[in-house]
């Protein structure tokens, strides 16, 4: 059974930098294209940044292109999410997810339905 773990959120001021962890088991992972998502309070769930496991395609919301950073590393079976330049507008509770459905630049069109628990992010200006 595939599990994700979120990790690494924190307080942070705006101008800082965070580093979020995804830890994956469960199953090869080498063919999927998984991705980061946020759910800010009152609002829906939207798609951050996705990556095929294998390398070379990245996708990122226009709001933190050049200062997000979607990364894997295949010995870890780990996830990352480099945000630097933060604001307070990406204060959300961040989750990991498998990407059923994508495009070849690895933007998730659909997920699991199963989401973990996440990790909070908060950005104080």
């Known amino acids: 059974q595939v599990q994700l773990a979120e990790s690494g959120g924190g307080w942070v001021q705006a101008g800082g930098s965070l580093r979020l962890s995804c830890a994956a088991s469960g199953r090869t992972f080498s063919s999927t294209i998984m991705g980061w998502f946020r759910q800010a309070p009152g609002k829906e769930r939207e798609f951050v940044a996705g990556?095929?496991?294998?390398?070379?395609?990245?996708s990122y919301l226009d709001s933190v292109k050049g200062r997000f950073t979607i990364s894997t590393d295949n010995a870890k079976n780990t996830l990352y999410l480099q945000m630097n330049s933060l604001k307070p507008e990406d204060t959300a509770v961040y989750y990991c997810?498998?990407?059923?459905?994508?495009?070849?630049?690895?933007?998730?069109?659909?997920?699991?339905?199963?989401w973990g628990q996440g990790t909070q992010v908060t950005v104080s200006s």
């Open positions: 997810n498998i990407c059923t459905r994508a495009t070849i630049q690895a933007m998730c069109l659909a997920t699991r339905d199963y």
């Open positions: 990556i095929s496991w294998s390398g070379g395609s990245t």
